[in-house]
């Protein structure tokens, strides 16, 4: 089966300016992460979707980020404007359900010039 | 809250040989699942291991072990007969029981020296 794909692998941009980073989960996978992972740290979470409910967004900046995940399927995670504190991997995953292993995709690297 | 810490950042060992890498957490739940994942520079996270808090038996997976000490609150991942694909970040991470939200170590990062 794919795994979960992430676009773009890399990104480039000077503060802020809008970005946006896409993800497509496993096929069938009802359950759909957004993390960040700062260098050198492990992955912290933004944001779980199930379907296409937002029901855990408490470590989202809302001032900035967004996301949706429209049809429940892809997703997008946007940041308008990026501050240079923002670069970053982050990272899409997903779950068949909540409670079952996650399956992550290979990541964006954000770097903010 | 629970929290997740690898003490060690760093750790090297000779191909072919034996390495342990440490892991501790805290938590208030008597029921929870503990994990290690591997980062290799690819980035994607790959589930190595899963322990369930319940099982008293450490989980096996080939090379992968783990040494699971609940009431220290310990879980150590030991990779048997290193191979140079073994070079990567390796997280612990927990899942408390009928939670979703995965609480991630700061990782350790794992040399396999030829």
């Known amino acids: 089966e794919a795994g979960v794909v992430q676009s773009p692998r890399y990104k480039i941009i000077e503060k802020k300016q809008p970005v946006a980073f896409w993800c497509n989960p496993i096929?069938?996978?009802?359950?759909l992460y957004w993390y960040r992972q700062n260098l050198g740290q492990g992955p912290e979470l933004l944001i779980r979707?199930?379907?296409?409910?937002?029901?855990?967004d408490s470590q989202l900046p809302k001032d900035r980020f967004s996301a949706e995940r429209l049809k429940g399927v892809d997703s997008t995670l946007k940041i308008q404007p990026a501050e240079l504190g923002d670069s970053a991997v982050y990272l899409c995953?997903?779950?068949?359900?909540?409670?079952?292993?996650?399956?992550f995709g290979d990541g964006t690297r954000l770097s903010i010039l | 809250a629970q929290t997740v810490t690898q003490s060690q950042p760093e750790m090297s060992v000779q191909e072919a040989e034996t390495v342990t890498l440490s892991c501790t957490y805290d938590?208030?739940?008597?029921?929870?699942?503990l994990f290690w994942y591997k980062q290799p520079p690819s980035r994607q996270m790959i589930l190595v291991i899963r322990?369930?808090?319940?099982?008293?038996q450490n989980a096996t997976e080939n090379r992968f072990s783990v040494n699971f000490q609940k009431a220290a609150k310990s879980f150590s991942l030991k990779i048997s007969d290193s191979q140079l694909g073994d070079a990567a970040m390796y997280f612990c991470?927990?899942?408390?029981?009928?939670?979703?939200?995965?609480?991630f170590g700061q990782g350790t990062r794992l040399t396999i020296n030829p």
């Open positions: 995953a997903s779950s068949l359900r909540g409670n079952q292993p996650q399956h």
């Open positions: 096929s069938g996978h009802n359950t």
């Open positions: 979707y199930e379907n296409e409910e937002a029901v855990d």
């Open positions: 938590t208030s739940e008597s029921d929870y699942y």
């Open positions: 322990q369930e808090a319940y099982k008293q």
């Open positions: 991470a927990y899942r408390k029981k009928g939670a979703q939200k995965l609480v």
